[in-house]
């Protein structure tokens, strides 16, 4: 065990123990039982399902959090081709909005990843662990940082009129995070029409989401901020499409 893993180690068992001063961001957005289906296509064709579910509000290292798991699935026909099976669990802090810890199971092709990152948030500390090729690394991060879904989730609580920068980990290393807001468009889905924002992530990163090149998604322009179509370009695959075909609503989490 290499130094900084002990002192990680150190300050993991700390933070379990005790607890710390917190940020406070006010959520009215998401919370347990909402969940996001989307049926993904490549180009006319029907690719697969893609799914955001908050499964329930839990107890982390004496917080209590939000555990967030997104996934993505291929149909048979794509499978036979370049198979998708990714499970991302996220816990997330319900006072804060940041991130407590991160499992990315990817399954892409030929490409199969285990990796968890774990975060020490009042220290601004995390370790992220491949154990696929059994890599472990611990680096130094800002104070209450994001791993990629709880950005994604921690956007949708806040109003942004042009752009605004979220720093966040992801595998092993840190992204300034730039989501812009490109303009306004109502769009028509199989749930019905939605008055929308459109905006841009800009980050390059593995697995679920975000991929290298373009992203667009249209999130609703109301409290729930719920997102209703995501259009990306994958290296070798071309365009893809998700849209929203279901849709659970929340439960929002009153805190003491």
Known sequence: MTIKNLIFLLLYLY???YSFDSPINKNETYGPGE???FEVKYGIFHGGYGMMEVQDTIRYRGRICHQIRV??????GLSLVYPVRDTNISIIDA????SHRIVKHINEGNYIRYRTTDFTPDVGMARTVDHTVFRDS???TENYIHDIISAFFYFRTIKVRDSIDITCIDDF???PLRVKVIKKETIKTDLGKFSCIVIEPQITSSGIFLKKGKMNIWLTDDDRRLPVLVKFKMPFLGSISCNLVEYNPAKIVKLP
């Open 173 to 175: 290393k840190k992204y």
């Open 15 to 17: 933070t379990t123990t």
């Open 35 to 37: 969940k996001i289906v």
């Open 138 to 140: 611990t680096f130094s």
């Open 95 to 98: 006072e804060g909005l940041y």
């Open 71 to 76: 996934i993505a699935t291929s149909n048979k």
